[in-house]
Every structure is written in C-alpha cells, then in structure tokens.
C-alpha cells in the first residue's frame, strides 16, 4: 500500500462544476502540500498546509490529521484548471522538510 | 524576482556519458531539493542541500549520482556514465525556511 492515496486518479468535468480530490496518508507528517503539474511539466504550488483549511481564489483546501486526509476543492471550474494534482506530505517521520513522499496524481479534465 | 531557473530544459546522453543538471533557486532562498519524475511514475524526492551542505540525501542512488550547492553558483546535479534508466524529468525547488516550496521548470533527461 503506498503510503499517499489520492483519488480519482482520472477527473472529468464540466467547466462550472465544483471538484473535490482527495489524498489519505499514512505516515506522520508536519505538512502536506498540494501542486498542480500542468500540461508542459511545470509544477506550481498551491498549498502548504499543517491544520485547518486555506483558500486562494477559487482554490480551498483543508487537512484533518486526525483522520490522516485532505481534500482540494476548486469551485466553479474552468478549462484551464486542467491539470495533473499531486499531493504530498513531508516532515514528522524523520526525513527533512523537503523530503516530501507524493502521490500519484489525480488527472483532471475539465470540459468547456 | 526570477523564478527557480533550470537548464538546460532538455538534454540528450549516449549512455556513458556524463550529465551535469544546473538549478538556480529563487533570489534569497538557501533551501535546495531535487526530485526525479520517471515516465508514468510519480516524483521521487533525492536530496536536499543548503548552501555547501547536503543535508538529506536519502532519495539519492549511491552510485553515479552527487549534488552540490556551491557558496557561488547554481546547485547542480550530476549523473555519471548514465543509463537509459536515469531517463527522466528532473525537477528543483527552493524555498525561504519553513514556507512552501517553489519549483523550476524541470530538465527532461534523454538517454539514448
């Protein structure tokens, strides 16, 4: 079992639609982040989170350590939202801060 | 401020052959990390330096493989008589302490 779940590993969706994806752990961490790989490789970072929720525009995202997981929401969709979101954790288990384990990837696709 | 910087973008090997991979982190950042993205496979963390130090290189092959963050200069990775395995996008970041990480536009290692 790897030790960052996400799912789906595929999304499509209508533009306007609200998107959840979703990544479970099993591992302590001090952070999990969120990025978004686009189309041409590049990697952007859209959350670094430890507790709580964040949001940034259309962008929310939460963490329950408790229960190891957390969700990325986008709401009102856009086609240039498509993109390959990868989630991964990092700090507590003994490796450095940057020694991030990531999941797979969730492929998103969102339709005009 | 310029972004994390990488090149070349992309690079050709005969196997053999050795491949030097150049990363500019982001003015004011002494945090380095390098990650590999093998075809279909998630990112792989492999070392994390700050000025002079490598300070986590777990992720990093013990064979063939050295990095190096100069007090001047670019960090580089370098890879030694590649293989057609060390085929990959490879990817830097940088960042400023404990805030989230900032990535370069990756180099896609080809090795023929």
């Known amino acids: 079992k790897n030790e960052v779940e996400q799912s789906p590993q595929n999304l499509t969706a209508q533009e306007g639609e609200f998107i959840t994806i979703n990544c479970s752990y099993s591992?302590?961490?001090?952070?999990l982040h969120w990025l978004q790989q686009h189309p041409g490789g590049g990697i952007v970072s859209l959350f670094m989170l430890s507790s709580g929720k964040k949001k940034h525009g259309r962008l929310i995202a939460t963490i329950n350590i408790q229960e190891k997981h957390s969700s990325l929401h986008i709401t009102a969709s856009h086609p240039r939202d498509s993109a390959v979101y990868i989630c991964a954790v990092g700090g507590e288990y003994g490796g450095s801060q940057g020694n991030l384990i990531f999941g797979k990837g969730t492929k998103l696709s969102v339709k005009p | 401020n310029a972004g994390v910087m990488q090149n070349p973008r992309h690079l050709v090997r005969r196997r053999g052959q050795e491949a030097r991979l150049r990363c500019s982190p982001m003015k004011g950042h002494s945090h380095v990390y390098w990650y590999r993205q093998l075809p279909e496979e998630g990112l792989k963390f492999m070392v994390y330096?700050?000025?002079?130090?490598?300070?986590?290189e777990s992720g990093m092959p013990k064979e063939r493989f050295s990095a190096e963050f100069p007090k001047e200069g670019p960090s580089i990775l370098r890879i030694q008589q590649v293989v057609r395995g060390d085929s990959a996008a490879y990817f830097c970041?940088?960042?400023?302490?404990?805030?989230?990480?900032?990535f370069g536009s990756g180099t896609q290692l080809s090795v023929l």
């Open positions: 330096l700050q000025k002079e130090n490598i300070i986590d």
């Open positions: 591992v302590g961490i001090s952070a």
């Open positions: 970041a940088s960042r400023f302490h404990n805030e989230k990480l900032f």
